[in-house]
């Protein structure tokens, strides 16, 4: 016998349409795949904030990138336009892809 919750899920399953049920579908799908982990890559010293923000990029590939290019486009341009120092804002970008990597529900 199916537990509560299986039970409420198969009932509202039937009441979708065909193409709700196969999004319901990928989405327990996507919920069940196992986790990726980050794979940070130490930071090299002297390290410029374009360089950093690549690293990033491939440390996190399960992070979605729109999700964090406003962020860090804003800290690019305060360290390129507004002379921020490039420690600083290479600080507060690993912040924004360890956040974003904990707030996904991978860590």
Request: aromatic residues 2%; glycine residues 8%; neutral net charge.
């Given at each position: 016998m199916?537990?509560?919750?299986?039970s409420a899920l198969l009932d509202i399953y039937r009441?979708?349409?065909?193409?709700?049920?196969?999004?319901?579908?990928e989405f327990a799908r996507a919920l069940a795949a196992p986790v990726a982990e980050?794979?940070?890559e130490p930071r090299p010293p002297d390290e410029s904030v374009v360089l950093a923000l690549r690293r990033l990029v491939?440390?996190?590939p399960m992070l979605e990138r729109?999700?964090?290019m406003g962020t860090a486009s804003a800290l690019m341009a305060q360290h390129?336009?507004?002379?921020?120092?490039?420690a600083e804002i290479i600080d507060e970008l690993e912040l924004v892809f360890e956040r974003h990597y904990?707030?996904?529900?991978?860590g």
């Open positions: 199916p537990a509560e919750g299986e009441t979708l349409d065909a193409q709700r049920q196969n999004e319901l579908l980050p794979c940070r491939r440390s996190y729109r999700r964090l390129a336009l507004e002379g921020r120092a490039a904990l707030e996904s529900g991978s």
